[in-house]
């Protein structure tokens, strides 16, 4: 079992949402985004390599109450802080500590199937 490792950039504007955007930490992704942030008229573009996303993913959350509550319960019992939130109807990531990724990943697997 592993995980993927995606840093994430982000682009922030005062007052503003801030956008989260993944990407590899190569020139080209950081080039974008930094264009991307200029257009928007941000002040700023950080990337953090030391963040994770973890996502669960199924057509079946649709209709299931609780998968979210139980995701986030099960990384807080493990005492795994949660950076960012980003929910679909047929998935929930969360952006976590790369240093607790593996972790996470064993945990949340646990708790959805056994």
Same mark, same amino acid.
């Given at each position: 079992?592993?995980?993927? &490792?995606?840093?994430?950039?982000?682009?922030? =504007? +005062?007052?503003?949402? $801030? %956008? #989260?955007?993944?990407?590899?930490?190569? /020139? *080209?992704? &950081?080039?974008?985004?930094?264009?991307?942030? =200029? +257009?928007?008229?941000? $002040? %700023? #573009?950080?990337?953090?390599?030391?963040? /994770? *996303?973890?996502?669960?993913?199924?057509?079946?959350?649709?209709?299931?109450?609780?998968?979210? %509550?139980?995701?986030?319960?099960?990384?807080?019992?493990?005492?795994?802080?949660?950076?960012?939130?980003?929910?679909?109807?047929?998935?929930?990531?969360?952006?976590?500590?790369?240093?607790?990724?593996?972790?996470?990943?064993?945990?949340?697997?646990?708790?959805?199937?056994?």
């Amino acid at each position: 079992m592993g995980f993927s &490792r995606e840093p994430l950039g982000r682009v922030r =504007r +005062e007052r503003r949402p $801030r %956008a #989260v955007i993944g990407a590899r930490a190569t /020139a *080209k992704p &950081r080039a974008v985004i930094a264009a991307l942030a =200029r +257009e928007v008229g941000s $002040r %700023a #573009v950080t990337s953090d390599e030391r963040i /994770a *996303k973890l996502s669960i993913v199924g057509v079946g959350m649709r209709s299931h109450s609780g998968v979210a %509550a139980k995701m986030f319960e099960t990384l807080a019992r493990h005492d795994i802080n949660i950076g960012m939130i980003s929910t679909s109807e047929i998935k929930i990531s969360v952006v976590i500590d790369l240093a607790r990724g593996e972790e996470a990943v064993r945990a949340v697997h646990q708790a959805f199937l056994g």
